[in-house]
């Protein structure tokens, strides 16, 4: 592929927009939106039909222990793959184009290769990574986990849905149960294009993000312990309310976690009240914090923050437990990839801005041990996980022209 060939080269936007639309129809919801867990009826059907599309390009597939499909575009040269992808399962009542758009991406980078009989030089690989959203099988990005070392295999195939069902009775079930050997071991890079999920592109009217991170987090489960008494019988002096602490302590963490840093977001997303009765003031109350940053340092003052709320003073006489869930660090992507992929923004003269992302991708697995990069794409609204969803059909065509300008620019340097 030389110079010339690159900059006439575009996808087709229609066939995406069509493509896109007939994977929505394998688990479509009344409101527009998809259902299609992990290992269900709907998400074999999704992955047959991807194979069918893999296989009219001529390209070779093969299947992994943990059921991610891999699918191969010969090239001249025997080198380790580009590879594209991202994930085919959703949410229940999720949306048309979050972890499928990366899927078709490659997809249409393929059949744009094909149709213009252009056979790379290094070969080009098409992944769709199982169980990404932990919608049915916990936890999250379970497959691209195992592949990096991050999960251990044998627990999650005997991670359960919420009827018992095994991940590995599950990957069977499907018939997508692979052989270890066909694992993705090495690759010349990889390259992930996502929905944003947040509201910043549209925000600022630019195409394309840049993804330079995947943000550090940590979570923190807080108890607070009192006793429960009548509500109509017992003096306010006297009780030990769980609950009034609990407000307290969420307030004063609020206040004190705004102040670190603008960047920050961090969110009390799960909270359970005892005994929950209208009439008993309660006596045990358990919610979360949990804070995101791609400074490690400010990770670390959020920690501090969090670990002196044992200490608070108002603490309605009851006593306060902090306990750490679990973190991650932030995931820096590939710099030189990241570099190619802003170049490949300009080159098409599509406005962009690099940026980080703080939700968890697939890409933040394979990072560990391939050269990785991510493509942001708007989310109108910043709507995602929902049916309401909505990337516009243009913006799709954009971030898949940046992943194909992207492979050939690889193909002419790699």
């Given at each position: 592929?030389?110079?010339?060939e690159?900059?006439?080269?575009?996808?087709?936007?229609?066939?995406?927009?069509?493509?896109?639309?007939?994977?929505?129809?394998?688990?479509?919801?009344?409101?527009?939106?998809?259902?299609?867990?992990?290992?269900?009826?709907?998400?074999?059907?999704?992955?047959?039909?991807?194979?069918?599309?893999?296989?009219?390009?001529?390209?070779?597939?093969?299947?992994?222990?943990?059921?991610?499909?891999?699918?191969?575009?010969?090239?001249?040269?025997?080198?380790?793959?580009?590879?594209l992808?991202?994930?085919?399962?959703?949410?229940?009542?999720?949306?048309?184009?979050?972890?499928?758009?990366?899927?078709?991406?490659?997809?249409?980078?393929?059949?744009?290769?094909?149709e213009?009989?252009i056979?790379?030089?290094?070969?080009?690989?098409?992944?769709?990574f199982?169980?990404?959203?932990?919608?049915?099988?916990?936890?999250?990005i379970?497959?691209?986990?195992?592949?990096?070392?991050?999960?251990?295999?044998?627990?999650?195939?005997?991670?359960?849905?919420?009827d018992?069902i095994?991940?590995?009775?599950?990957?069977?079930?499907v018939?997508?149960?692979?052989?270890?050997?066909?694992?993705l071991?090495?690759?010349?890079?990889?390259?992930?294009?996502?929905?944003?999920?947040?509201?910043?592109?549209?925000?600022?009217?630019?195409?394309?993000?840049?993804?330079?991170?995947?943000?550090g987090?940590?979570?923190?489960?807080i108890?607070?312990?009192?006793?429960?008494?009548?509500?109509?019988?017992?003096?306010?002096?006297?009780?030990?309310?769980?609950?009034?602490?609990?407000?307290?302590i969420?307030?004063?963490?609020?206040?004190?976690?705004?102040?670190?840093?603008?960047?920050?977001?961090?969110?009390?997303?799960?909270?359970?009240?005892?005994?929950?009765?209208?009439?008993?003031?309660?006596?045990k109350?358990?919610?979360?914090?949990?804070a995101?940053?791609?400074?490690?340092?400010i990770?670390?003052?959020?920690e501090?923050?969090?670990?002196g709320?044992?200490?608070?003073?108002?603490?309605e006489?009851?006593?306060?437990?902090?306990?750490?869930l679990?973190?991650?660090?932030?995931?820096?992507?590939?710099?030189?990839?990241?570099?190619?992929?802003?170049?490949?923004?300009?080159?098409?003269?599509?406005?962009?801005?690099?940026?980080?992302?703080?939700a968890?991708?697939?890409?933040?697995?394979?990072?560990?041990?391939?050269p990785?990069?991510?493509i942001?794409?708007?989310?109108?609204?910043?709507k995602?996980?929902?049916?309401?969803?909505?990337?516009?059909?243009?913006?799709?065509?954009?971030?898949?022209?940046?992943?194909?300008?992207?492979?050939?620019?690889?193909?002419?340097?790699l």
């Amino acid at each position: 592929m030389n110079r010339l060939e690159q900059q006439k080269l575009r996808i087709h936007g229609e066939r995406l927009r069509n493509t896109l639309e007939e994977f929505a129809n394998f688990g479509r919801t009344e409101n527009n939106g998809v259902t299609r867990l992990a290992l269900s009826n709907e998400d074999r059907l999704a992955r047959d039909y991807f194979i069918s599309c893999c296989k009219e390009l001529g390209m070779t597939i093969e299947v992994d222990d943990m059921g991610n499909i891999y699918a191969t575009l010969a090239g001249l040269e025997d080198k380790p793959p580009i590879v594209l992808g991202s994930h085919l399962d959703s949410v229940k009542k999720g949306g048309r184009f979050d972890g499928v758009l990366g899927v078709v991406a490659g997809l249409e980078v393929a059949r744009t290769l094909v149709e213009h009989k252009i056979v790379p030089h290094i070969p080009l690989t098409i992944v769709n990574f199982t169980n990404e959203e932990g919608a049915r099988f916990e936890p999250a990005i379970m497959s691209s986990g195992v592949l990096a070392g991050g999960f251990d295999r044998s627990i999650m195939l005997q991670s359960t849905d919420v009827d018992g069902i095994t991940f590995g009775q599950a990957l069977q079930s499907v018939g997508y149960e692979g052989k270890i050997e066909s694992r993705l071991k090495e690759a010349s890079a990889f390259l992930e294009l996502h929905i944003e999920q947040g509201p910043i592109l549209e925000r600022e009217s630019v195409s394309i993000g840049v993804v330079e991170s995947v943000l550090g987090m940590v979570c923190y489960e807080i108890e607070v312990t009192g006793e429960s008494d009548h509500a109509g019988t017992t003096p306010m002096d006297m009780r030990k309310d769980a609950l009034f602490a609990a407000t307290t302590i969420i307030t004063d963490a609020r206040r004190k976690l705004r102040t670190l840093d603008d960047d920050l977001v961090f969110t009390m997303g799960r909270m359970n009240v005892y005994p929950n009765i209208t009439t008993v003031i309660p006596n045990k109350v358990v919610f979360t914090i949990e804070a995101r940053h791609k400074i490690p340092a400010i990770i670390q003052k959020v920690e501090e923050i969090i670990q002196g709320l044992t200490q608070i003073p108002d603490n309605e006489g009851c006593e306060i437990r902090v306990n750490k869930l679990w973190d991650r660090s932030t995931v820096w992507f590939d710099q030189s990839l990241v570099h190619q992929v802003e170049k490949s923004a300009q080159t098409l003269g599509y406005p962009y801005r690099r940026m980080d992302s703080g939700a968890g991708h697939d890409a933040q697995f394979i990072a560990s041990y391939i050269p990785t990069a991510m493509i942001f794409v708007q989310s109108i609204n910043g709507k995602s996980h929902c049916e309401e969803e909505l990337t516009l059909w243009e913006d799709c065509e954009k971030g898949v022209n940046v992943v194909l300008e992207t492979v050939i620019s690889l193909q002419n340097t790699l």
